[in-house]
């Protein structure tokens, strides 16, 4: 029977371990897509979208390289479902192209073929 305990109280401290990780942020997936974001509208147009999109626990765009980084929740979503909810915003995702309907509604400066400008 004390082995049992000790077994318990082992098993507990591990799932109080790894919870303690998972708050940390380090349970997520991270992934890469490359959009036709030109500027600092679409910055944050894309990261405020990509934040409420289901699974998504942090956006990071860079203008430069125009990469956004998606820190995700697999269990929750899944890469298609992120390039989908970013051509959903009015843009590019790799290969996806834009949603023409969302494309349509982004400010002038912020359609790809207004060259790269901040
Ligand atoms: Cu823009």
Not at 43 to 52: F, L, N, P, Q
Not at 79 to 96: H, M, Q, R, S, W
């Amino acid at each position: 029977m004390k082995t049992l305990k000790i077994w318990m109280l082992s098993f507990m401290l591990i799932s109080v371990a790894s919870f303690g990780f998972a708050q940390g942020g380090k349970k997520g997936e991270e992934v890469k897509i490359k959009t036709s974001a030109v500027c600092g509208m679409c910055k944050a147009t894309i990261e405020k979208g990509m934040a409420y999109e289901k699974g998504v626990e942090k956006a990071t765009l860079d203008v430069d390289s125009k990469i956004l980084t998606v820190t995700y929740n697999p269990q929750k979503t899944s890469v298609d479902k992120l390039k989908k909810a970013v051509n959903e915003l009015g843009y590019d995702a790799d290969d996806a192209p834009a949603t023409p309907r969302a494309y349509d509604r982004l400010d002038a400066c912020c359609k790809k073929d207004a060259g790269n400008h901040k």
